[in-house]
T-cell receptor, first 108, second 114 residues
């Protein structure tokens, strides 16, 4: 079993829908990252969380340390949100452990 | 700022050849790392560095060497390429010596070993 599990693996939505992507982890963590990988392959950082909730534009990330779970929400989804969303956790070392990603496609 | 740059973007090698993947950043970041990305798997850490002169192994270090002689550069050397090293390689950097901070990724190098 992977230490970081994401669900769903694939997600299809209509433009305007509310999207939720989940990340569960089995190790103790000190930080959790959400990343976006564009269809062209580039990876950008969206959020780093250690507790609570963060919001940036239409993106919201939450984390529940006790339940070892984080969610990434996209409000009013748009075709340009189509990408792979990756969760990564930092345990007790300097190394990040990555999930396999959630592939999101948003259709007009 | 150019951010994190990687060269080359694409490379084809024959089994047994050696090569160096280049990574440079102009943000004065202390933490730099190399990952490989394979289909159906998450990014996996190959080697990382918390500052010039300091490197350490990640999850999948075998067959790869690194050095960090300057803050800016963190090259990854494949000693004797094998087909199992066919992958997309990403270099990343972040402020400070730890992975608490925002990670900046290079554009990736797609390597094929025949």
């Amino acid at each position: 079993k992977n230490e970081v599990e994401q669900s769903p693996q694939n997600l299809t939505a209509q433009e305007g829908e509310f999207i939720t992507i989940n990340c569960s982890y089995s190790v103790g963590i000190s930080a959790l990252h959400w990343l976006q990988q564009h269809p062209g392959g580039g990876i950008v950082s969206l959020f780093m969380l250690s507790s609570g909730k963060k919001k940036h534009g239409r993106l919201i990330a939450t984390i529940n340390i006790q339940e070892k779970h984080s969610s990434l929400h996209i409000t009013a989804s748009h075709p340009r949100d189509s990408a792979v969303y990756i969760c990564a956790v930092r345990g007790n070392t300097d190394k990040l452990i990555f999930g396999t990603g959630t592939r999101l496609q948003v259709f007009p | 700022n150019a951010g994190v740059t990687q060269t080359p973007k694409f490379q084809v090698l024959k089994t047994g050849q050696s090569m160096t993947l280049q990574c440079a950043q102009d943000m004065n970041h202390e933490y730099m790392s190399w990952y490989r990305q394979d289909p159906g798997m998450g990014l996996r850490l190959i080697h990382y560095s918390v500052g010039a002169g300091i490197t350490d192994q990640g999850e999948v270090p075998n067959g790869y060497n690194v050095s960090r002689s300057t803050t800016e550069d963190f090259p990854l050397r494949l000693l004797s390429a094998a087909p199992s090293q066919t992958s997309v390689y990403f270099c990343a950097s972040s402020y400070g010596q730890r992975t608490y901070n925002e990670q900046f990724f290079g554009p990736g190098t797609r390597l094929t070993v025949l």
